[in-house]
């Protein structure tokens, strides 16, 4: 059973694994811009490369947390909706409706059909980040005679990086979230910047690498060009993943 990959615009992607269909980090608004008083004004800048009334069923949820927009938009709130199944953070199922949320802790894991997935720790931004961007999580995939895959959701902590390797040494398709996210409410970079992407890679030892998070929005500070030279500049390949075109791992 192949693993495959659909980019469809900033943190989202389509992975089809072990029989089931995921979505990570839902956001398939047109391009807007998103005004939250007292906090950051978000400008989303180019259309999904699917929109959600084009999704084959999903099995599968994968937030990394819900409370900005570029993460979970709109339409991606109606697609959790719908009772699909979605795994987040505890503070998630707190503050989110809907019958298919559930909370998970650092290192706690949910099965679904075949596949056993663990949240891991993230961290977005600097340490004490917390109180401006709240708590993220990340998620490691597990299956029976599949590849062990690995979504940061938006980290840029290499430190966690190393103790997810550490728990998990087998990871072989890294999911990371790159493109430098820096908003002024925020200190720091809220996620990897292009070599820090390339160096998680090498801590995870994973054989295939998609990078995700470096297009769309005006507060990603890197681009795809500069996460793809940082990738060729450590002389780690990088999967190429057009906007839309279903890729096999």
């Known amino acids: 059973?192949?693993?495959?990959?659909?980019?469809?615009?900033?943190?989202?992607?389509?992975?089809?694994?072990?029989?089931?269909?995921?979505?990570?980090?839902?956001?398939?608004?047109?391009?807007?811009?998103?005004v939250n008083p007292g906090a950051t004004t978000l400008v989303k800048t180019a259309a999904p490369g699917i929109a959600r009334e084009e999704l084959p069923p999903i099995d599968l949820v994968l937030l990394s947390h819900h409370g900005h927009k570029d993460n979970l938009d709109f339409e991606g709130l109606e697609l959790l909706a719908t009772g699909v199944t979605t795994l987040s953070t505890a503070d998630a199922a707190t503050e989110l409706f809907g019958g298919g949320l559930i909370g998970l802790d650092d290192w706690e894991?949910?099965?679904?059909?075949?596949?056993?997935?663990?949240?891991?720790?993230?961290?977005?931004?600097?340490?004490?980040?917390?109180?401006?961007?709240?708590?993220?999580?990340?998620?490691?995939?597990?299956?029976?005679?599949?590849?062990?895959?690995?979504?940061?959701?938006?980290?840029?902590?290499?430190?966690?990086?190393?103790?997810?390797?550490?728990?998990?040494?087998g990871i072989d398709i890294a999911l990371l979230f790159a493109g430098a996210a820096r908003t002024p409410v925020a200190p720091g970079v809220?996620?990897?910047?292009?070599?820090?992407?390339?160096?998680?890679?090498?801590?995870?030892?994973?054989?295939?690498?998609?990078?995700?998070?470096?297009?769309?929005?005006?507060?990603f500070t890197e681009t795809r060009a500069d996460l793809e030279a940082a990738f060729t500049a450590a002389g780690v390949p990088l999967v190429p993943t057009p906007r839309g075109e279903r890729v096999t791992l």
Do not use: C, K
């Not at 059973?1 to 839902?26: F, K, R």
């Not at 979504?151 to 103790?163: K, P």
């Open 109 to 169: 894991s949910h099965v679904i059909g075949s596949v056993t997935v663990t949240a891991v720790p993230a961290l977005h931004g600097p340490p004490g980040s917390e109180r401006w961007v709240g708590r993220v999580t990340g998620f490691v995939l597990e299956a029976d005679g599949q590849p062990t895959v690995y979504v940061s959701g938006d980290n840029a902590s290499l430190g966690l990086v190393g103790q997810i390797a550490e728990r998990f040494p």
């Open 190 to 219: 809220l996620t990897l910047t292009s070599t820090d992407a390339a160096r998680a890679a090498r801590i995870l030892g994973a054989a295939r690498v998609v990078g995700l998070h470096t297009e769309d929005w005006t507060h």
């Open 1 to 34: 059973m192949s693993t495959t990959i659909t980019y469809i615009g900033g943190p989202t992607a389509l992975l089809e694994y072990a029989g089931l269909t995921i979505v990570t980090d839902p956001t398939f608004d047109p391009p807007q811009t998103y």
